[in-house]
């Protein structure tokens, strides 16, 4: 009888550890393995168009604006390109921030090494954060690794140098990644400005043009020195799951001009949604905005792109899921395509813009609901009566929770929406009026117009 007992005793366990082991099988992965910087989880971005910034295009300049962004809310500086610039082949008078002399300088024309230092320093003073844009796939024609390594280099069947194929980026040659000596080179140049200036991160340029393997190594001796945060330019889940905090939402911009400008109704935007909750990893970040560097100078300004809806994008940006940036003068009511390659200051005055940017980001400070990542709410559809020109959500997250309509017409809509599960008292972001939310909910809307009901 012991022996049976003994032996029962043992299948029980045993079959214990399998039904365990089985199991563990089916538990829900994340899949995101990095650990994204503590701060960044109600982070907002600001990307920074240095030499078109002031008159001087200077570090020391720029450092004068610096309250006023704290003040608008803004957490992580992101600053285009800021190494010495290539002269042969060059593009206008200036040339392009993306065609790289030296990955190891300061260009001459924003200041010195020690003035970046500074710039850095009063970042970090004021609690806020900056990351620099780093110019990976290619250099300028000039760059002394093209006498020094130029086996670093791919090449045309002639043997000669390149500009990225495909591409008419004729001032820039294109990087060879299959070397293990300039990967190592690389990732020791990304591992020198953290080191140099402390920087918090970067900003990959045409990221996905650069092999995930080089990427997920560098992120890895990166973190070593501190935790980093890192945004691809690109779009593609396999950068978030061990290199990148965020990439761009190329997606959300186009789906928004189909509303707007292009005339194609909602159905875009209402897919984009669906496809934000059920296929994009939970603790992934995505950038949102309605204009950065690239847009402005080569695709024209937000009022072209978005028309009579542009705030209705902007507001837009600011409350779906992840991080909405903001571009040099867009606070500024900025409404001219900026020179690339030559001079072209911004023109600073007082605008709405820099209200609604603010309320925006200040709101994602304080409102779990819209934090980044697995920290903020999903979002959840509001169905509503007019969903060819009306788009409806809610977000939750712990005891905080926005209630966002959006009328994406030009034509003043009644709205019927169930709110059945959304009850309680709300205020209105940019008016302060309280709207007491029952089982059934009506608004009526002008055209392009939005509310951002906060629960109170």
Known sequence: MKKFFFALFILINVCAVFAQTTDARYQPQEYVELTHPEWSKNATIYEVNLRQYTPEGTFKAFEKHLPRLKKMG??????????????????????SYYAVKDFKAVN???????DFKNLVDKIHSMGMYVIIDWVGNHSA?????????????????????????????????????????FREYMTGALKFWVKESNIDGYRADTAGFIP???WNEARRQLDEIKPVF????????????????????????EKMMDATTRKKGLGGLTE????????????????????????????????????????????????????????????????RSLKFFDKDPIEWKQHENEQIFSKLFHLKHENQALWNGKYGGEMIRVVNDRQDKIISFYREQNSDAVFPVFNFSDKAVVVNLN?????????????????????????????WDYLVLVKQ
């Open 74 to 95: 803004v957490d992580i500086i992101w600053l285009m390109p800021i190494h010495p610039i290539g002269e042969k082949i060059r593009k206008g008078t200036l040339g």
């Open 108 to 114: 001459p024309e924003f200041g010195t090494m020690a």
């Open 141 to 181: 024609w000039d760059n002394p690794l093209t006498k020094d390594h130029p086996e670093w280099y791919t090449k045309t069947r002639e043997g000669n140098f390149q500009p990225t194929p495909w591409y008419d980026w004729d001032d820039i040659i294109d990087f060879d990644y299959d070397r293990p000596d």
């Open 212 to 214: 995930m393997d080089f």
């Open 230 to 253: 890192m945004l691809a330019e690109w779009e593609s889940r396999d950068l978030l799951k061990n290199a990148f905090d965020m990439e761009y939402s190329w997606t959300l911009f």
């Open 272 to 335: 984009y949604m669906a496809h934000d909750v059920n296929t994009f990893p939970r603790n992934a970040y995505r950038m949102t905005f309605t204009d950065n560097h690239d847009m402005n100078s080569w695709n024209g300004t937000p009022q072209k792109n978005f028309g009579p809806g542009l705030k209705t994008a902007m507001v837009f940006t600011g409350v779906v899921n992840g991080m909405p940036l903001c571009y040099s003068g867009q606070e500024a009511g900025l409404d």
């Open 419 to 447: 709110t059945k599960y959304f009850q309680g008292k709300y205020r209105e972001l940019f008016t302060d009026k309280i709207f007491d939310i029952k089982e059934k909910t009506t608004f009526t809307l002008a055209p």
